[in-house]
């Protein structure tokens, strides 16, 4: 029997009428934030009252809709932990940074992160329903000064129009569903109006922090920006209430395809049964469990971290074992700007010239026969690869495979090798030469 899906309320809410519970305006003016207000949902513990009261700590602020998810007599539930701060988040660790994805320093005007080839990150409010405790964007998010901001984002629409190479936009902040309906539309409005645009995301999670706002209304003004595409962030199958089922079966008959974003965080999520149920249950949801994050290096997030080791023990965990539907990457976002990588078990053991030995999520080790007669596919020749070359330095990998280029150095390679003045015979070593330079006849 799979778990039901139920709806819950904190027994201080028992009289708020309906109305005024399923408005997300009456739970975004109702929001807790002190060690008073919380308490009359659930008894604090030293640490979270000594939290609480320190100053300059990165912003509380919880909806009555979702602080009613706990249960108040586990201080170690999994939904407290996120947003509720204890006294570790005060503790620094080593490899600790502000900005440690390095998204300021991709961003060619404020607020807009331009650091994959196609595609760019919008930071469009600094305001959430709620606070998640191990924000990566801490840096810049919770501040109630800085809002929406008209002047950056003309900046952000003009780069985009000069920037013909961005064909997805992905709105993000903050959280772009917390904005007023009005602005939201605007803004969905000057996207849709430049041309070389064709999808644009939004990276939300308002559908768990109060689902209330995911109104039919809100999904018909959003259905008129197909396509539109809807990551959510839920970390723990205990988030997944009733409510928030109907506002994803909402916006799924909006035609929005929703995927799902989770941080693997320690204490609350890093159990292999607990991800695969919060897989299935999200699939269940209509919900496709798209990345897993490993916890970023950002300040007051320290006791949050889990090896990396522990994200491949969970895809180890689901592959195979689940719908293939239910998987989500395993992504590293690598610090100081590397970007996504993912990570995951090794399933690929040996080959040889003719054999691949690969293993599946049992443990059974076989072989896979490779063709003798295949002819690869040549893109020199051919017109279609011709007319999709890359931005210079976006090769990457696939420049080594397709032969154009033999090898990526490192910095300072080069001065490092170039003992002696040797590096003249050298010069455009980093272009393929045919077989046959410096060997056979001439040596
Ligand atoms: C995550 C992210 C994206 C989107 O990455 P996908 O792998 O395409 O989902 C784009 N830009 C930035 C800066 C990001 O951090």
């Given amino acids: 029997m799979p778990t039901p899906i139920i709806s819950k309320r904190a027994p201080i809410y028992a009289d708020v009428p309906a109305e005024k519970w399923n408005d997300w305006r ?39 809709y979702y602080i009613s998810l706990i249960d108040p007599t586990d201080p170690n539930d999994p939904v407290r932990k996120q947003i509720i701060p204890v006294s570790e988040e005060m503790n ?86 917390v904005l007023a309906p009005k602005i939201l539309e605007e803004l969905l409005t000057r996207l849709r109006e430049i041309p070389h645009i064709e999808i644009v995301r939004i990276g939300s999670r308002v559908p768990v922090f109060m ?11 959003l259905a008129k920006f197909h396509p539109l595409w809807l990551n959510i962030h839920v970390n723990h ?20 395809p929703l995927g799902n974003q989770s941080v693997l965080l320690a204490g609350i999520n890093d159990c292999v049964h607990m991800q695969r149920e919060l897989v299935q249950k999200l699939t269940r949801i209509r919900v496709r469990p798209y990345y897993l994050y490993q916890c970023d290096l950002v300040e007051g997030s320290g006791h949050f971290r889990t090896p990396v080791a522990k994200g491949i023990e969970i895809i180890e965990g689901l592959r195979g074992h689940t719908s293939g539907y239910a998987v989500p990457q395993f992504i590293v976002d690598a610090p100081g700007g590397g970007g996504k990588i993912p990570v995951m078990p090794n399933y690929l053991l040996s080959m040889s010239d003719h054999k691949v030995i690969v293993r599946n999520y049992e443990g059974y080790v076989t072989t896979y026969e490779e063709p003798t007669e295949y002819k690869s596919h040549d893109p020199k020749t051919c017109k279609f690869c011709q007319s999709k070359r890359p931005e ?20 300072g390679f080069d001065e490092l090798h170039n003992r002696d003045g040797i590096q003249h015979r050298l010069k455009d070593e980093n272009k393929w030469k045919p077989l046959g330079i410096g060997s056979g006849e001439t040596d």
Avoid at 395 to 409: V, Y
């Fill in 237 to 256: 199958p205990n988030e997944i209430s009733l409510e928030l089922a109907e506002a994803c079966d909402r916006m799924s008959r909006a035609g929005i």
């Fill in 392 to 411: 210079v330095g976006q090769t990457g990998l696939t420049g080594l495979l397709d032969g154009e280029q033999m090898f990526i150095k490192p910095e």
């Fill in 92 to 177: 620094a660790f080593t490899a600790m940074m502000e900005d440690s994805l390095a998204e300021d320093r991709h961003s060619p005007v404020p607020g807009l992160v331009h650091r994959y080839p196609d595609r760019v990150l919008m930071l469009v409010t600094t305001q959430c329903a709620s606070y998640c405790r191990y924000c990566t964007r801490s840096r810049i998010v919770g501040d109630p000064g800085q809002t929406f901001n008209r002047q950056d984002f003309e900046m952000q629409i003009e780069y985009l129009k000069r920037t013909p190479q961005v064909r997805d936009v992905l709105l993000s902040g903050g959280d772009p569903l």
């Fill in 26 to 64: 009456w739970q975004l003016s109702h929001r807790l934030n002190t060690v008073e207000e919380i308490e009359k949902v659930l008894p604090l513990t030293e640490s979270e009252r000594k939290a609480l009261q320190t100053q300059g700590l990165f912003r509380v602020d919880v909806t009555p």
């Fill in 211 to 221: 689902p209330m706002r995911i109104t039919q209304e809100l999904c018909d003004m």
